[in-house]
Nanobody, 123 residues
């Protein structure tokens, strides 16, 4: 059974930083695409960043220059470093995994497994 658990959310003031982590267990395929998504109230789930098993990274234009994605040494952990947070970054943040990224890395509908999310509030 594949499980994803996010952590690191919280409340910060504008201009602050947070580092989110996602630990993935039970995923046994050699190839993977791990992504971070955000969903603000009354908005669609938005793809922020992804990293795949070849180390290829994609970052949404809306957060480029402020957010970075990385993997832990053990490869079953993915981090999202968020700097210079703004009120519009408020939302629930989710990590997800599927077999390959490709051009659909930011499309939440094609990701197979999801975590329950961690809340980020910026004031």
């Amino acid at each position: 059974q594949v499980q994803l658990v996010e952590s690191g959310g919280g409340s910060v003031q504008a201009g602050g930083s947070l580092r989110l982590s996602c630990v993935i267990s039970g995923y046994t395929a050699a190839r993977y695409c791990m992504g971070w998504f955000r969903q603000a109230e009354d908005k669609e789930r938005e793809g922020l960043a992804s990293i795949d098993s070849d180390g290829r990274i994609s970052i949404a234009d809306s957060v480029k220059g402020r957010f970075t994605i990385s993997q832990g040494v053990a490869k079953n952990t993915v981090h999202l470093q968020m700097n210079n947070l703004q009120p519009e970054d408020t939302g629930m943040y989710y990590c997800a995994v599927k077999i390959a990224c490709g051009s659909s890395w930011s499309n939440s509908r094609v990701f197979t497994y999801w975590g329950l999310g961690t809340q980020v509030t910026v004031s």
